[in-house]
């Protein structure tokens, strides 16, 4: 069954630093993978997306992720955190000819510290 | 821009009654969704609709049930509230069966006693 696992729950990091957060997934094909953001209240805004092509996808506010097929992951990265990163992010991979739906991970909840 | 609009944004109800949650989106898609989220499980599917008068199962759709009211219109209706439905519920819609790109409403808090 597909699967999506990210292992940090919390992760907390000083503004300026860089940060990683790690997304690893279960899935018989090529998938297509997600990272999204939720602030507080809020709903869930795409980051960024991979479908094919060059593995390493640029997003919004400054963020990249790197697709490896090998290590079935996914991590995010930023190079220089600023406060208003602090959210919740979620990892998810879409499902080929399944009606669009995406399944998503547990979430990794950014604490950002001045 | 609307976008994806959901209706009501806190409800709380009592073990055993019913409601239905409300969803809206102007893009034009095709494909509409239901989630629920709660802490430490991320985001689990109830109910989606790849499109207008289609609708199937997600991973956890016991206690609901869905509708597709026309293309713009997506509800969720709770039979017989449970405590254990207490949740944050998502509305969601994609332009295109493969796009995987979703929008998300801003969420319901669904409290039951």
């Known amino acids: 069954a597909q699967s999506v696992t990210q292992p940090d729950i919390h992760i907390t990091v000083s503004e300026g630093a860089s940060l990683e957060l790690r997304c690893n997934y279960s899935?018989?094909?090529?998938?297509?993978l997600f990272w999204y953001v939720q602030s507080p209240g809020q709903g869930l805004q795409l980051l960024l997306k991979y479908f094919s092509g060059d593995t390493l996808v640029q997003g919004i506010k400054g963020f990249e992720a790197e697709f490896k097929r090998s290590q079935s992951s996914f991590n995010l990265r930023k190079p220089s955190v600023h406060w208003s990163d602090a959210a919740e992010y979620f990892c998810a991979v879409g499902l080929y000819n399944q009606g669009g739906k995406l399944i998503f991970g547990q979430g990794t909840e950014l604490s950002v510290k001045p | 821009n609307a976008g994806v609009t959901q209706t009501p944004k806190f409800q709380v109800l009592k073990t055993g009654q019913s409601m239905t949650l409300q969803c809206a989106q102007d893009m034009n898609h095709n494909s509409m969704y239901w989630y629920r989220q709660d802490p430490g499980m991320g985001l689990r599917l109830i109910y989606y609709?790849?499109?207008?008068?289609?609708?199937d199962k997600g991973e956890v759709p016991n206690g609901y049930n869905v509708s597709r009211l026309n293309k713009r219109e997506f509800s969720l209706r709770l039979e017989s509230a449970a405590p254990s439905q207490t949740s944050v519920y998502f509305c969601a819609s994609s332009g295109g069966t493969n796009t995987g790109e979703l929008f998300f409403g801003e969420g319901s808090r669904l409290t039951v006693l």
């Open positions: 609709s790849a499109s207008e008068g289609t609708t």
């Open positions: 899935y018989g094909a090529t998938p297509y």
